[in-house]
C-alpha cells in the first residue's frame, strides 16, 4: 500500500483512457503521454495499459511506501528523493523498500507530467472499461469518483505480473526537453480562415495560456480571422484537434476534451505526436509546423520502432 502524503496538483490515476463512449457524452481522458505511460509500465513487468500514476510536476509529491515494490518514473524529468537523498534514475526501475518515502520535485523548464507505475500495478476498479480518472466527467480514479488525488488516500497494489531481479532503465525514454514545435495535420474548416491567418497560424509563436487543463491546452498571441463568420453545427472532436473560438486563440484539445464542439477546426496534432501536449507549461511558447499524411504515418512507424527496441532491451534483461 502506498500512503499519500503530499498529492502535488491533480495527481491521478491514468492508463490508456475510455474508447467507445464518446455517443454517450463520455470523453476518453486517460494519460496526456501515452507513451511515456507505455514505458513506464513496462519497466516494472506491467502490461502497457496498467494503471498508473500521472503526477503533474507543478508542486512536490510524497508518497510513503507501506510495502515493497518496484517503481519506475517516466514523462518529465523531475527530481527523484528517496528518504531525503536524491537519486539519478528517471527512466530506469528501482527497489524501494517498505517504509521508504519518495518524493518527486519539479525541475525547471521539463514539462508538465510524469508517471510513476508500480510492479503489478494498482488495484483499482475500472469504470466504462477503464481506470482512468475523469476529472471532468466525476469518473473512475482510484476512488471512482474522478476526484485526484489528496492528502491521506491510500493507494492499494496488486502483485506483481513477473519477477524482477535488476534495476534497468534507458535514459533516453526520459522526456527532458520542452518540444517548441508540433506537427499537425491541416483540419477539416481549414480553408475557412483568411490567406493571412493560415500563414500567421504556422509562422507565429504561440504563448500557452496559464489556464490550460486536461482538458484543453489554451494558447495566446495574434489572433486568427475567418474569411466569413459562419454559424457551425457541432462536430465530432478529439483529443488532438485545435479549435478556433470567436477570439480566434487557438485551443488545443487534450485528453478530457468533450466529445463534440462547434468550433472551425484549424488543424490536427497526429497521433505520433500527441505526447507533446504534456510538455507544454504555462507561458511556454510552441510553433506548429504543417505535415501531410505520409510524414504523420512516417513519425507514427519511428515511435514504434522506439518501442520495438525498447520491448528487445526488455527481453534482453
Same mark, same amino acid.
Given at each position: #500500500?502506498?500512503?499519500? =502524503?503530499?498529492?502535488?496538483?491533480?495527481? !491521478?490515476?491514468?492508463?490508456?483512457?475510455?474508447? +467507445?463512449?464518446?455517443?454517450?457524452?463520455?470523453?476518453?481522458?486517460?494519460?496526456?503521454?501515452?507513451?511515456?505511460?507505455?514505458?513506464?509500465?513496462?519497466?516494472?513487468?506491467?502490461?502497457?495499459?496498467?494503471?498508473?500514476?500521472?503526477?503533474?510536476?507543478?508542486?512536490?509529491?510524497?508518497?510513503?511506501?507501506? +510495502? %515493497?515494490?518496484?517503481?519506475?518514473?517516466?514523462?518529465?524529468?523531475?527530481?527523484?528523493?528517496?528518504?531525503?537523498?536524491? $537519486?539519478?534514475?528517471?527512466?530506469? &526501475?528501482?527497489?524501494?523498500?517498505?517504509?521508504?518515502?519518495?518524493?518527486?520535485?519539479?525541475?525547471?523548464? !521539463?514539462? #508538465?507530467?510524469?508517471? @510513476?507505475?508500480?510492479?503489478?500495478?494498482?488495484?483499482?476498479?475500472?469504470?466504462?472499461? %477503464?481506470?482512468?480518472?475523469?476529472?471532468?466527467?466525476?469518473?473512475?480514479?482510484?476512488?471512482?469518483?474522478?476526484?485526484?488525488? +489528496?492528502?491521506?488516500?491510500?493507494?492499494? @497494489? /496488486?502483485?506483481?505480473?513477473?519477477?524482477?531481479?535488476?534495476?534497468?532503465?534507458?535514459?533516453?525514454?526520459?522526456?527532458?526537453?520542452?518540444? %517548441?514545435?508540433? +506537427?499537425?495535420?491541416?483540419?477539416?474548416?481549414?480553408?475557412?480562415?483568411?490567406?493571412?491567418? $493560415?500563414?500567421?497560424?504556422?509562422?507565429?509563436?504561440?504563448?500557452?495560456? !496559464?489556464?490550460?487543463?486536461? #482538458?484543453?491546452? &489554451?494558447?495566446?498571441?495574434?489572433?486568427?480571422?475567418? $474569411? !466569413?463568420?459562419?454559424? #457551425? &453545427?457541432? *462536430?465530432?472532436?478529439?483529443?488532438?484537434?485545435?479549435?478556433?473560438?470567436?477570439?480566434?486563440?487557438?485551443?488545443?484539445?487534450?485528453?478530457?476534451?468533450?466529445?463534440?464542439?462547434?468550433?472551425?477546426?484549424?488543424?490536427?496534432?497526429?497521433?505520433?505526436?500527441?505526447?507533446?501536449?504534456?510538455?507544454?507549461?504555462? &507561458?511556454?511558447?510552441?510553433?506548429? =509546423? =504543417?505535415? /501531410?499524411?505520409?510524414?504523420?504515418?512516417?513519425?507514427? %512507424?519511428? $515511435? *514504434?520502432?522506439?518501442?520495438?527496441?525498447?520491448?528487445?532491451?526488455?527481453?534482453?534483461?
Amino acid at each position: #500500500m502506498i500512503e499519500v =502524503l503530499a498529492p502535488g496538483i491533480l495527481s !491521478s490515476i491514468q492508463d490508456y483512457g475510455r474508447f +467507445s463512449y464518446a455517443q454517450s457524452g463520455v470523453g476518453k481522458a486517460g494519460a496526456i503521454d501515452g507513451v511515456s505511460l507505455h514505458l513506464a509500465n513496462r519497466l516494472v513487468g506491467n502490461k502497457g495499459n496498467t494503471p498508473a500514476l500521472e503526477v503533474s510536476i507543478i508542486t512536490p509529491v510524497k508518497l510513503k511506501f507501506h +510495502s %515493497s515494490t518496484w517503481i519506475s518514473v517516466t514523462g518529465s524529468n523531475c527530481v527523484i528523493i528517496i528518504d531525503g537523498h536524491s $537519486q539519478g534514475w528517471h527512466g530506469w &526501475r528501482t527497489y524501494i523498500h517498505k517504509g521508504q518515502v519518495v518524493e518527486l520535485r519539479p525541475t525547471y523548464n !521539463s514539462g #508538465m507530467y510524469s508517471y @510513476l507505475a508500480v510492479a503489478g500495478g494498482f488495484d483499482v476498479a475500472p469504470t466504462m472499461g %477503464s481506470c482512468s480518472t475523469d476529472l471532468k466527467n466525476g469518473i473512475g480514479g482510484h476512488k471512482g469518483d474522478g476526484t485526484p488525488l +489528496s492528502k491521506g488516500d491510500k493507494l492499494h @497494489l /496488486n502483485e506483481p505480473f513477473h519477477t524482477i531481479t535488476r534495476a534497468i532503465g534507458v535514459r533516453a525514454f526520459s522526456r527532458t526537453y520542452i518540444s %517548441s514545435t508540433v +506537427s499537425v495535420l491541416k483540419g477539416p474548416e481549414f480553408d475557412q480562415f483568411d490567406v493571412n491567418s $493560415q500563414k500567421k497560424f504556422f509562422t507565429q509563436e504561440w504563448e500557452v495560456d !496559464s489556464n490550460s487543463n486536461r #482538458m484543453g491546452i &489554451r494558447l495566446k498571441g495574434d489572433p486568427l480571422e475567418f $474569411q !466569413s463568420v459562419k454559424e #457551425m &453545427r457541432s *462536430q465530432g472532436v478529439f483529443e488532438g484537434v485545435i479549435q478556433v473560438p470567436p477570439d480566434g486563440q487557438p485551443l488545443v484539445l487534450a485528453a478530457e476534451c468533450q466529445s463534440t464542439g462547434g468550433y472551425p477546426r484549424i488543424a490536427v496534432i497526429p497521433q505520433a505526436e500527441l505526447w507533446k501536449l504534456a510538455y507544454l507549461p504555462a &507561458r511556454n511558447k510552441v510553433r506548429f =509546423l =504543417l505535415i /501531410n499524411e505520409e510524414e504523420a504515418r512516417k513519425k507514427l %512507424s519511428i $515511435q *514504434q520502432q522506439y518501442l520495438n527496441n525498447f520491448e528487445y532491451i526488455l527481453q534482453e534483461s
